[in-house]
């Protein structure tokens, strides 16, 4: 039912796609990843090669920083890509993310700086136009920027197939 801009109506195309497969003894899915982290992904691998080299000593933040930024660790999402295929789930459509309350681009920015650097941040202004900080693109052919990326304001919650049971 969402409604995507014209930049990522490829990408919701695929999605539906995916959903609307038919065919006997087959169940499709698709998982909603947040911005990837870890082994070396592009969209935050700026801030941690700043903030190892203090090079500047304060990591930007785009703007005020206080708008909602998913993330998921590429190995968490890998698990949950096993965890799906073990346990065939009835809902389709699953929000892979971290279950981290609140995630702000100002606290996952401070987060890297506290964790490799010096600990300081500085907000910066928001581009008006996006400078390529990435070769590559993604398959879909949609520009990896990192500040782009950094400025999503999107509330969700985890899929219940990625919060733990605490159960004992």
Known sequence: MRQSSSEYAAIKKAEDDVLNFKKEGVKTYVIS???????????????????????????????????????????????????IYDTKPERQYIFGIDNTHKPSQKKLITAISSGIGTGLTESIDIPVEFAKCHPHKTPLQLDLDWKRFLLLNIKVRPSSLFIPDMTP
């Open 33 to 83: 990843a947040g911005v990837l982290y870890g082994k070396g992904e592009s969209i935050f691998n700026s801030h941690f090669k700043k903030a190892w080299l203090q090079k500047p000593a304060r990591l930007p933040i785009v703007g005020g920083g206080k708008n909602l930024v998913p993330t998921i660790h590429v190995t968490d999402l890998a698990r949950m890509v096993k965890k």
